[in-house]
């Protein structure tokens, strides 16, 4: 059985204010039948109710935990069980408690008449009153554990939610890169016959390539730094396979340089760009990455150059690899996050994530 929720002080407080209602309930009764209230007596009345439920609750909470009351069968036992309790918490109550009292009256006859005859007035009523209070109890046990289990269920959600978005996030980082190699393999294959020394030097940048993609394969995020290295070894290899047509120019600001983005979101954007731009066109083309900052969000711009392209076209064309980016950001972010394209010139696509520093 798990420990009692409720502390010894929390108990204590829950006891004593459940005196002071009857102190108080007393008095009101007093007032509507024009008596005169003997406070001491009064006060030492449910102040020894407030004693001797003490070791009550201990064997309260063991009921509420061992029938479950939200099943209607429980109550068959839980009621007598409950009437017991308190019928013996009062015959206790009105026995000690009033030997308790004459302690301090040991030879004040009259406040002994007075005292024998207020407990037993208060047999029945008072029974009536624990029992209710005994239900009472039950009530905030259950309320405990119903708040508990509930908390206990978001947690374990959470925890699930988390586990699948981050097999999500493997499966999807998983699918981007396979076609980049395969094209940086044929490359070098055709160089290996022409200049093997630029057939290593793409070697080369292809080992550092995949070195950022195993460093960062089970990371969510990336310093933007790092991430920029990384897609200039990706444009140095894409430089050598378009020779001179490919042109790259980095507009970045210093103050994002330690921004926290999504690894590997960046290569797929550059990838697409490369795609409906330096692949279809025999002349030079230009792509350009800006970084900034607007307010509290990180803007990323891959722009490139040339003839509008037909956002139609290029939604369905758009592959795994920006089909992938979306899914990313959407799992990270949720609505904070959004990737849009801008057909005005050449191609735009921008990329707004909520702006944190990398730790």
Avoid at 165 to 173: I, Y
Avoid at 208 to 220: E, I, N, V
Wanted: aromatic share 12%.
């Amino acid at each position: 059985m798990p420990k009692n929720p409720i502390t010894s002080r929390q108990l204590l407080i829950l006891l004593l204010i459940n005196g002071l209602v009857y102190m108080m309930r007393d008095y009101v009764f007093s007032l509507n039948n024009q008596t005169t209230l003997d406070w001491g007596l009064n006060f030492g009345s449910n102040m020894s109710d407030v004693i001797f439920w003490f070791p009550f609750i201990p064997l309260i909470y063991r009921l509420q935990y061992s029938y479950d009351l939200r099943r209607l069968r429980s109550y068959i036992l839980l009621l007598p069980a409950s009437l017991i309790i308190a019928v013996v918490h009062r015959l206790i109550t009105v026995y000690l408690g009033k030997y308790l009292q004459l302690i301090t009256h040991l030879v004040d006859l009259d406040y002994y008449n007075r005292i024998k005859q207020y407990y037993m007035a208060v047999i029945f009523g008072g029974t009536v009153n624990d029992w209710l209070f005994v239900w009472v109890v039950f009530v905030i046990y259950l309320a405990i554990d119903l708040v508990k289990k509930y908390q206990s269920e978001q947690q374990r959600n959470l925890q699930i939610s988390k586990e699948l978005a981050d097999s999500r996030l493997s499966t999807l980082q998983g699918q981007l890169q396979p076609h980049f190699l395969f094209n940086t393999l044929h490359t070098v294959s055709s160089l290996m016959e022409e200049n093997v020394e630029r057939a290593q030097f793409v070697m080369s940048r292809l080992a550092d390539f995949l070195r950022y993609s195993l460093d960062y394969q089970d990371r969510k995020f990336a310093a933007l730094k790092d991430e920029i290295d990384f897609i200039k070894s990706y444009l140095e290899i894409e430089n050598e396979r378009f020779k001179d047509r490919l042109t790259v120019l980095f507009s970045i600001d210093e103050q994002v340089m330690t921004a926290r983005i999504p690894a590997f979101i960046l290569q797929p954007l550059l990838e697409n760009a490369i795609k409906h731009g330096v692949s279809k066109h025999s002349n030079v083309n230009t792509l350009e990455l800006l970084a900034k900052r607007a307010g509290d969000q990180l803007c990323l711009e891959i722009k490139q150059n040339g003839d509008p392209v037909n956002l139609a076209n290029l939604s369905a064309a758009d592959g795994i690899g920006i089909s992938n980016t979306r899914k990313r950001l959407q799992t990270i972010y949720q609505s904070a996050a959004q990737l849009d394209y801008d057909n005005r010139t050449g191609l735009t696509a921008r990329v707004l994530t909520p702006f944190e520093e990398f730790k």
